[in-house]
């Protein structure tokens, strides 16, 4: 019997493309026959923006991309239609564009308490389906509620920092690896995989991962 195989993935909540890879990623792991462990690590994509940001998604990066409008708004109709196929209802115009480094902590602070993959999926549709604010503190503690989480001991843990310093490491641990883009995937700590991949390339990755193991024995 093998043991499980472990995959790290490096993703922002603010990032379309991870909660699209998030999907992709779990129908190949349904599709692969073994045991598969998970841990997210934090990216932001766009550090420099500002927890209250006054506009639309579209305006924003309209802005942090140097696009036309017009042209973003396009791109976010595609990424909108994509996300669909994989069963995901994008709410565009809902989106508040927000500083994620908060939710990296939170997420940190759930892998402590083993509901990491819980508050991931709270966060992603509480960003992109549900318009929630997922920069403040209060929107924070009750989506870790939701996620099973103690909202008491969650909430002194983002007003303290606890975890900002694992936020700063993972993402030192990205620039060391060369990631430039999310979602980045290392599975079984030998292959990366970038980018919101088909399913059918999760699953080969986790085959050839298990095979070489066995290979090795």
Known sequence: MTSPIHVDI?????????YIGKRRFEEGVAAFDGDVTVTYHSFELAPDTPVDFEGSAA???????GMPHAQV?????????????VGLEYDYAAVRQTKTLLAHEALHHARQHGRQLELVERLFRAYFVEGRHVGKVEELVALGADAGLDPEALRTALEEG???EAVAAD???A??????GVPFFVIGGKYGVSGAQQAAVFTQALEQVRSEAVAAR
């Open 10 to 18: 490096w993703s922002d909540i603010a990032c379309p493309w991870c």
């Open 59 to 65: 305006d924003f990066l309209s802005r942090h991309k």
């Open 73 to 85: 708004e396009q791109m976010l109709e595609q990424v909108t239609a994509i996300a669909a196929e």
């Open 162 to 164: 606890t975890h900002s």
């Open 171 to 173: 993402i030192a641990q």
């Open 175 to 180: 620039r060391a690896y060369g990631i430039q």
